[in-house]
């Protein structure tokens, strides 16, 4: 069964460890950029105290040396899974994970679940399909090392195929099929996406909107099983 990463894309730690408390089985948490800004390693620390996995989703794209340097201080923190982005190339990549070691995953995004082909196209000054080019970068980031990647429902299927079952898929842009995409444009349902192949499921808004998250999360689980 794909497993759930609760993204906590909160603006405060305080409301962050609120929303833990309500959700006792929850085994993954995303922290991603706002909400480390704002707490950093404390945070971190806090939901390994709490027995979480935690997910660094800081998306890093520098150069190589940059980037080992900060995978380094992540696998310090105990972070289990961070990102780079694919676009930082195959040196940058290879460097992330040879400073991440064999306990700390390192999963290269492909192409943001808000880019459609419209905006791949500007973004890339051609013509783009973004699922061709999801299969570009993730061909590459696995075969300079990544663990796995990370891209949107869509493409899922086909990077199962192509990557194999030793692929680690993280997949955002999941809706329970009752609310809007917001700003993400390639979504799908729990269900869909865990019978697609993936791996870990990424989910914020379905459970950080809803009037009981504690309720939301395991309407989710059900629904995987």
């Not at 979480?52 to 940059?66: G, Q, R, S, Y």
């Amino acid at each position: 069964m794909a497993e759930v990463i609760l993204a906590l894309d909160l603006n405060d730690e305080r409301s962050a460890l609120a929303l833990l408390d309500r959700l006792p089985a929850l085994r993954w948490v995303k922290l991603g950029s706002v909400l480390f800004t704002g707490a950093g390693p404390r945070l971190v620390g806090e939901c390994k105290r709490r027995g979480l996995a935690v997910f660094l989703d800081l998306k890093w794209h520098d150069i190589p040396n940059t980037v080992r340097g900060a995978v380094t201080q992540a696998a310090g923190l105990g972070a289990n899974m961070v990102t780079v982005h694919a676009l930082g190339g195959p040196t940058m990549i290879a460097a992330a994970k040879e400073a991440a070691g064999s306990d700390l995953l390192v999963v290269a995004v492909t192409m943001l679940t808000s880019h459609d082909a419209a905006e791949a196209e500007r973004l890339l000054g051609r013509a783009a399909d973004p699922a061709l080019e999801v299969r570009r970068l993730a061909v590459m980031a696995r075969t300079a090392g990544a663990d796995g990647v990370v891209a949107s429902p869509h493409e899922v299927a086909a990077l199962r195929r192509e990557l194999g079952p030793g692929a680690t898929l993280v997949i955002p842009g999941i809706r329970l099929g009752d609310e809007p995409g917001d700003d993400q444009s390639r979504i799908a349902t729990p269900r869909e996406a865990a019978a697609a192949g993936a791996d870990y499921l990424v989910i914020g808004r379905p459970i950080l909107r809803a009037p009981d998250p504690a309720i939301a999360f395991e309407r989710i689980v059900a629904d995987l099983r």
